[in-house]
């Protein structure tokens, strides 16, 4: 929780196959989630046509996906060249409601060809849903404080947060807490094209 898109470069990573899943190669990365992509296409050398990252267990919408590992393992798939979906749920779940949605959202994907319209996809999953709605990121979905809990020793505590705009359905943040399934198209890249637009000449 909370790795964003970092990547460890600063000690040696153990990777080793597990046997995890009967008939399914699974592979051990004791680092990052991005780094978890980069070693499937960067070490192994793959090309795959899909990157799943999830479900992952604590929602991530709004402008708090930024810090969420799980996001940031498709956008590393997507830096590399990669489609991706990043999956999540609210932190309170055992995944069987969500597990029982996954057929209807790849059914979604494929019937409205989302992949051919963009490369990577947020989804949150609710436990009870009423449907699924394509969205935007919305505004934060949690606030933080600061705690001291031992003299120099501090714990970030954070509390969920209404979106600046409760009633706007497009916003995941809103269409999540409401109960839909969020689907959230991304893109890796942070330049503001309008802004460049306008000063690239200057």
């Known amino acids: 929780s909370g790795k964003s898109h970092a990547i460890d470069f600063t000690r040696p990573i153990e990777i080793k196959e597990v046997d995890e899943i009967p008939g399914v190669r699974t592979v051990y990365v004791d680092s990052t989630p991005a780094d978890c992509v980069r070693y499937a296409i960067l070490g192994e050398g793959e090309k795959y046509d899909l990157v799943l990252s999830g479900i992952n267990r604590g929602v991530n919408m709004g402008v708090d996906l930024v810090y969420s590992g799980t996001c940031g393992a498709i956008f590393e798939a997507g830096r590399l060249g990669h489609k991706g979906i990043a999956f999540s749920a609210y932190y309170d779940t055992n995944f069987e409601a969500e597990a029982k949605e996954l057929d209807s959202i790849w059914s979604f994907i494929e019937k409205n060809d989302l992949l051919a319209e963009n490369d990577l996809y947020n989804i949150n999953i609710p436990k ?75």
Do not use: W
């Not at 990121?137 to 409760?166: L, M, N, T, W």
């Not at 969020?182 to 460049?196: E, G, H, Q, Y």
């Open 128 to 202: 009870a849903s009423k449907g699924i709605k394509v969205t935007k990121q919305g505004s934060a979905y949690f606030s933080d404080e600061f705690v001291r809990v031992d003299g120099d020793i501090f714990e970030q505590r954070g509390h969920k947060i209404e979106d600046v705009c409760p009633e706007d359905m497009s916003r995941d943040t809103v269409a999540t807490e409401a109960g839909y399934i969020t689907i959230t198209p991304l893109m890796t890249t942070r330049t503001n094209m309008d802004a460049f637009e306008k000063l690239k000449n200057l």
